[in-house]
């Protein structure tokens, strides 16, 4: 039985679509419908019921799915024991929150690349909320997210936490030492984008210190984010990760602010499906990365 075949079998029955499965698979919808017509005609039943909103499994189509799963994933896992990892060949989709570029995901990406030099990288850096619908949406086959991502046949492993903090511009009129949250009240806070689970933590903590009347400025870019720290438009609330540069030219400084900023428990997720191998191995070196690059600010997982 050819193993394309099946491969191609679980990903139109995943997408519920022969073209979004074409694209999966960097082929064509003709392709695929052929590679279907032949397993179908090779065990002699039909898997999918083809109609005017998609495909859908047969029950017999069901019950191969989850045979065809485990043959994949056996196959996929023979694979990456036994053969040469620089003969492996194909795309890994990598979606990220763009506070881990400030990090270590360059470190990730230079050992993917020594461990699996001909894998090419599409790489999707996002607010964490729509990277976990490309999850969903079977767009991308690996997220670093702020998480985790509840669903079926979801895997959440926790990679590391960054810490957060209040950070202002060195010549922001503020005074030294201990400062309450009535000290910064003139200013606009700068913040993850509306609707984040930062910009949601901080307006929880605002409103359990009995504050009501901020104004707070949100964006999706944290490099303008930190721009508008170093220019002095206001107070920051951002990981200590993204400023540490700024505070290291003299350009920003940390305040000692209570309340605290809530961290950022960050996440790396996948669909668990068994024909992963790559994201699994994906996975085991980012924990290695943060493991062997301690950086300040940054917590490995648990």
């Not at 065990?43 to 989850?66: E, K």
């Not at 470190?107 to 850096?125: E, G």
């Not at 922001?172 to 000290?183: A, N, Q, R, V, W």
């Not at 901020?214 to 990760?241: D, K, Q």
């Amino acid at each position: 039985m050819n193993f394309r075949f099946l491969e191609t079998f679980l990903w139109v029955a995943r997408l519920n679509s022969f073209s979004r499965a074409a694209e999966h698979l960097n082929t064509t919808q003709a392709s695929v419908s052929n590679r279907i017509a032949a397993l179908e005609q090779e065990l002699g039943v039909q898997l999918f019921i083809r109609d005017a909103r998609g495909v859908s499994l047969t029950p017999t189509g069901r019950l191969a799915f989850q045979q065809a799963q485990k043959i994949v994933s056996m196959t996929i896992d023979f694979r990456e024991l036994v053969s040469n990892r620089k003969a492996l060949r194909g795309t890994v989709r990598i979606g990220a929150a763009d506070t881990v570029v400030y990090s270590w995901l360059p470190a990730l990406i230079r050992r993917m690349n020594d461990r699996y030099p001909s894998v090419s990288l599409d790489l999707t850096i996002d607010t964490s909320l729509k990277i976990a619908q490309k999850i969903q949406a079977g767009e991308v086959d690996l997220g670093i997210i702020m998480g985790p991502l509840l669903g079926q046949d979801v895997f959440n492993i926790e990679i590391c936490t960054f810490e957060s903090c209040w950070v202002a511009a060195g010549d922001l009129k503020l005074p030294e030492g201990e400062l309450s949250i009535e000290d910064i009240a003139n200013y606009p806070l700068l913040t993850f984008s509306a609707g984040s689970q930062p910009h949601r933590a901080l307006v929880d903590l605002l409103e359990a210190n009995g504050v009501g009347d901020f104004r707070i400025y949100n964006s999706n870019s944290l490099s303008i984010m930190t721009r508008l720290v170093a220019a002095g438009v206001g107070v920051g609330a951002l990981p200590v990760v993204l400023v540490r540069d700024l505070i290291k030219s003299g350009q920003a400084r940390i305040l000692d602010l209570k309340p605290v900023v809530p961290s950022l428990v960050f996440h790396i997720v996948y669909q668990d499906r068994g024909d992963n191998a790559l994201a699994r191995a994906i996975t085991d070196m980012a924990v290695e990365i943060v493991a062997e690059t301690p950086l300040e600010g940054v917590v490995q997982g648990g």
